[in-house]
């Protein structure tokens, strides 16, 4: 079975960072509950404390795309507004080997 692999990388700005974290971790139980969702982990970077990344596994484009148009995502975006420093990186990989 050929999976998607998803790092999404999230910029809090430097007097938010509880704040996005929060609204983060948020995000974790409702999406590892998610029909074709394999990993959902959200990781801090330790030397960055504003730089935080989602590393994600999906069964499917479809899964994905589900995820994606989730309410939780939908209200966690809100929450994010003003908070975060610039747009988030969402890269989706296929694996190589």
Known sequence: ????????????????VQE????????????RGEQG????????????PTDFTFVEEWESDAALA???ASD???????KL????GGATDIRTY???K
């Open 81 to 84: 507004k003003g908070i975060v």
């Open 37 to 48: 969702c394999i990993v959902y982990e959200l990781l801090q970077n330790t030397e960055d």
């Open 66 to 68: 589900t995820h994606a």
């Open 1 to 16: 079975m050929m999976t998607l692999r998803v790092v999404a990388r999230i910029k809090a700005k430097p007097d938010k």
């Open 72 to 78: 939780h995502i939908k209200e966690t975006r809100e």
């Open 20 to 31: 996005v974290r929060d609204a983060l971790i948020g995000l974790v139980d409702p999406t």
């Open 94 to 96: 296929t694996v190589v």
